[in-house]
């Protein structure tokens, strides 16, 4: 959520802002929306004035022996006309809320306007493998190597879902301890949080309304509170676990980890290359997450950057970083680094972590603040939240970089305590 005050102050810095994202606002409507709504404030605080004042009065006057039929009639008639406006004020606010709700979280002054096509690279980790023998994609390797039923999985629940079998199930659990291991001995809190949230989750984490078509719902969908859905990322849980609190600086910085399933529509066409676990409904990640103040929050970006990076260093996986242009940011970030691992089969770069400092825009919408010590005031905390990692995308990548000319694929060695092998042969 953006600051209103914000809006209402420079409306054309803000405007700016979001044409770095592709939003182009215009904020005559709501800056006259938030204009009457000021002005029936205003007049209904005057009219509620007048009535304590008279309403004050009225013992004396019968004490008085006075008539004050005329008085009541009058303050009646004052009651409903603040009753009405009070109704005038809420339709007011409601849309002035729909209005904000929509909008995007303002891009980092150091973040590039434009799409993927500006999208910067950082740095590339390692070399391109090379190959002196016929190329195995990960969907052949995984199927010749017994790791994952693709056809049986899809029997059970469709297109775009998979089942983990034996080794590939071992290779699975190996990952999903590595990441756990990492963030546990890096200091970060383990959580293991619901995979069924309420609505008000997907509003604090940006993700409701705007895309609220994009997760799987429990039940009938009402468009309120009571909605429930699974999660699609467990940082639609974290950023949560704070709502409508203030916490005491000394809290803070919160550094925080979960595992959960995810669950997504992923809405669209695939690509016809996107086979095997490129793009799925359901898979494992390991979030990252963690609560600071405002002028922590871009250390704690680099430091959930770097962090994501290690994992894939420890996997020994050619990947490259990049900094995400506005329009290529989620919508709810000011600044994003994606870490893309290659996939020697597609030839592409594909994205297995993004980096996000989410600013205050969450913290405005779930209401998450902290005390400052030094002024004793409560400010808004910032959010950050990063992949470490998921795991659809680092089988598939670590299947074709580390097959070998036999059919093999050489395990790395921060996974052979769990796999109990070096090598998966066919």
Known sequence: ???????????????????????????????????????????????????????????????????????LDEMKATSDKIKEMDDQVKVVDQRIFDFVSYLPNLPADDVVAGGKENNQLVHEWGSKPSFDFPLKDHVELAKD???????????????????????????????????????????????????????????????????????????????????????????????????????EEAQLPQKLFAYTPCFRKEAGSYRSDERGMIRG??????????????????????????????????????????????????????????????????????EVSSCSNAGDYQARRGNIRFKRKATGKNEFIHSLNGSGLATSRVIPALLEQHQQADGSVVIPEVLRKWMGCDVLRP
Request: aromatic letters at 10%.
């Open 281 to 350: 409904h359901q898979f494992d990640k390991v979030e990252m997450f963690q609560y600071t103040t405002p002028e922590t929050s871009e250390d704690a970006l680099q430091e959930l950057v770097s962090k994501a990076e290690a994992l894939l260093q420890g996997l020994g996986l050619h990947y490259q970083l990049s900094k995400l242009a506005a329009e290529d940011c989620s919508a709810s970030m000011m600044k994003t680094y994606d870490i893309e691992v290659w996939i020697p089969s597609m030839g592409i770069y594909k």
């Open 145 to 247: 190597l017994g790791l994952i039923d693709y056809e049986r999985g899809a029997k059970l629940s469709g297109n775009g879902f998979w089942m983990y079998r034996g080794n590939g199930a071992k290779l699975e659990w190996a990952l999903l301890n590595y990441f756990i291991e990492t963030h546990i001995n890096d200091g970060y809190e383990f959580i293991l949080p619901p995979h069924m949230l309420g609505a008000r989750c997907g509003f604090t984490a940006g993700q409701f309304p705007k895309f609220a078509d994009e997760v799987y719902y429990i039940g009938e969908r009402t468009g309120d509170d009571s909605d429930k859905f699974m999660l699609p990322t467990a940082e639609t849980a974290l950023i949560n676990m704070y709502r409508d609190e203030v916490l």
């Open 1 to 71: 959520m953006l600051d209103i005050n914000a809006i209402r102050s420079k409306p054309e810095a803000i405007q700016a802002k979001l044409a770095k994202k592709g939003c182009n606002v215009d904020f005559s409507d709501f800056l006259k929306l938030d204009a009457e709504r000021r002005q029936l404030l205003q007049e209904v605080e005057a009219l509620k004035a007048r009535r304590n004042k008279v309403s004050s009065e009225i013992p004396a006057l019968k004490k008085a022996g006075q008539d004050v039929s005329a008085v």
